[in-house]
């Protein structure tokens, strides 16, 4: 991978649960969450990237470090099909020349997180050219263990094959390809490369890029010596989805720099659209897998990818839903506002269970939803473990008496598990309350609240008759040091949530349980605002219970391989220079 003269390594935040089951390891989430500060290349550490391979060929006794690739689940990897063909015959190269390592960070060193596999199936696809249709998959011999070093990429079978929207973001690459000396890297190195237009890759060079621009590619970089290099083939291109990162390309070509032979680092670099190949990666897959089916996602995040379907962007990628769509205010039977809850799908609102009645005996009646209306409440379940007057187990689902039509202003928010929450930082607090002085209802919104540890909470607050055990495991802390909330009251049942730029959604990780008028905020110092949570995570089972049926069957298909090869002038494969072994 080629860089700029400026080298920077960012440190690394590890968050760390060993000991854990291949089943307990989730696409795209990586057990070790690093700070991302700048746009240029820097040495990877291990575990930041736990779904890229190193691809070795095999000839004689020895091995050489080829090309990078992609794990999509413990059987198969992705990479670009030039990396995988002998480029004399044409033909895929003999699966038993192929050597795969996963975990690897210094090629130079196998480390105890290394996992070393065999190939057992080259799989090319079938209308696979010169650079055209640039994508294969590698069936392994064993599967590999998921580690906090080995985990796979995610594919979003949701997101939009036209990639316009994606313009201007900023992808992740990663690879040992040639540094500015001209040599492989013994180090993995990471850089950010922003998607480009057609029209801009095009004016590039028109002459390279001319003839092999279409929809099943898109070009990125920022032309300034920060690029993939010869070696960095096959490797993907990943983007941070919310909660977990997805994959959307694969290193294919770029325009060679006809002195040097290698990369010409001030143009651009082309990428297969993943997104285009979906159907022919998931034909694959099930057909390496006969006897078996793909595993589902659970129920409550294969709704949030239909909601996400409803979130639109506009042009200039601004969200064009409205600016909290999921946050909707609890009416009791005296009409006033005395809680919050959270929109989760068309019929059912999440709250705080002691929302459901207040001091003087009122019940909730009815919710407001700002785009839609009022909508009568049929029935209010509190998990059964609740007890009056302890804050353990606050939460509650709401049924409502009417199916909401959900849009862009009105759409239902997702939520988080237990290896999507530890991914948020700073968390946004949204909700209806009423100040204090005016007596009138205002929408909050709290922009500082990070989560802090149990230890930490336990010394901050002290035992109560609320909280006789302390902070237990279904709830979290957050602090935030906004002292203009203290002005409202009625919260409760608010949620805390990350926000999603990108697909314009929220995912919601608690309800608010204390900090409001009726359970009490706790201050720190007098100035850090402590409140506590219901951790949705842990309830998530109960919640899908009480909301959703179970999930539907997954079908399978089957397909059929085969391969050709071509070569075109003036355009280099990233992988490195030397002969491949005869099938």
Excluded at 27 to 39: A, D, E, M, P, T
Excluded at 196 to 209: A, G
Excluded at 245 to 262: C, P, Y
Excluded at 507 to 535: K, L
Aim: hydrophobic share 35%.
């Amino acid at each position: 991978m080629r860089f700029i003269n400026r080298l920077l390594i960012v440190g690394a935040l590890y968050l760390m649960l060993p000991g854990i089951s291949q089943a307990s390891y989730q696409c795209g989430i990586r057990k070790h969450s690093f700070v991302q500060l700048v746009h240029h290349g820097w040495t990877v550490e291990e575990g930041q990237w736990p779904w890229h391979v190193a691809i070795f060929h095999k000839r004689s006794k020895s091995e050489k470090y080829a090309c990078g690739g992609t794990l999509l689940d413990e059987n198969h990897v992705l990479t670009a099909a030039h990396c995988v063909v002998n480029r004399n015959t044409g033909y895929a190269i003999s699966a038993n020349n192929l050597k795969l390592h996963f975990g690897q960070q210094n090629l130079s060193t196998v480390s105890a997180n290394v996992q070393i596999r065999d190939v057992s199936k080259v799989q090319i696809h079938p209308d696979h050219s010169s650079h055209r249709n640039d994508i294969a998959i590698l069936l392994m011999r064993l599967p590999v263990r998921y580690t906090d070093y080995v985990i796979p990429i995610c594919i979003d079978q949701n997101a939009d094959i036209d990639l316009r929207n994606l313009e201007g973001e900023r992808g992740w690459i990663t690879g040992w390809g040639t540094t500015q000396t001209g040599s492989i890297s013994d180090v993995l190195h990471t850089a950010s490369l922003p998607v480009v237009s057609y029209l801009q890759c095009f004016n590039d060079h028109e002459t390279v890029f001319g003839n092999l621009l279409n929809e099943n590619v898109f070009c990125a970089g920022d032309r300034n010596g920060t690029s993939p290099g010869t070696g960095d083939s096959g490797g993907g291109m990943y983007f941070s989805d919310g909660d977990r990162w997805v994959l959307r390309g694969i290193v294919s070509f770029a325009k060679a720099d006809e002195l040097k032979n290698e990369v010409d680092t001030s143009k651009f670099v082309i990428f297969v659209n993943v997104q285009r190949f979906l159907t022919w990666i998931r034909e694959i897959i099930v057909d390496n897998k006969p006897n078996s089916t793909e595993t589902s996602k659970r129920i409550s995040e294969r709704e949030c990818e239909r909601f996400k379907g409803l979130a639109r962007k506009r042009r200039n990628k601004i969200c064009d839903n409205s600016r909290y769509p999921h946050t909707v205010s609890i009416i009791f039977s005296d009409n006033e506002v005395k809680c919050n809850g959270i929109l989760v799908n068309e019929n059912h609102v999440l709250t705080a269970c002691h929302c459901r009645r207040d001091n003087m005996g009122e019940t909730p009646s009815k919710v407001q939803i700002d785009a839609y209306g009022t909508v009568g409440i049929l029935k209010v379940i509190c998990h059964p473990h609740h007890k009056e007057r302890i804050t353990y187990h606050d939460i509650a689902v709401i049924t409502l008496d009417t199916t909401i039509e959900l849009s862009s202003n009105i759409l239902p928010v997702c939520l988080a598990s237990n290896w999507t929450e530890n991914l948020y930082d700073t968390l946004l607090q949204t909700g209806y309350g009423v100040s204090i002085e005016t007596g009138i209802k205002k929408f909050i919104e709290s922009e500082d609240n990070q989560v802090i540890t149990k230890e930490r909470c336990d010394e901050i607050i002290s035992r109560n008759r609320r909280l006789p055990d302390g902070i237990i495991p279904g709830q979290l802390c957050a602090i935030n040091t906004d002292q203009l909330r203290t002005s409202t009251s009625g919260s409760s049942g608010s949620p805390l949530q990350s926000v999603n730029t990108r697909s314009c959604m929220y995912t919601a990780v608690g309800i608010t349980s204390s900090g409001n008028q009726d359970h009490e905020r706790i201050r720190e110092s007098n100035q850090t605002v402590v409140d506590i949570y219901t951790r949705i995570s842990h309830y998530l089972d109960w919640i899908e219970q009480m909301v959703w049926s179970d999930e539907p069957p997954v079908t399978t298909t089957t397909a059929r391989i085969r391969t050709t090869e071509t070569t075109t002038n003036n355009i280099v494969p990233f992988h490195t220079d030397f002969v491949f072994p005869d099938d």
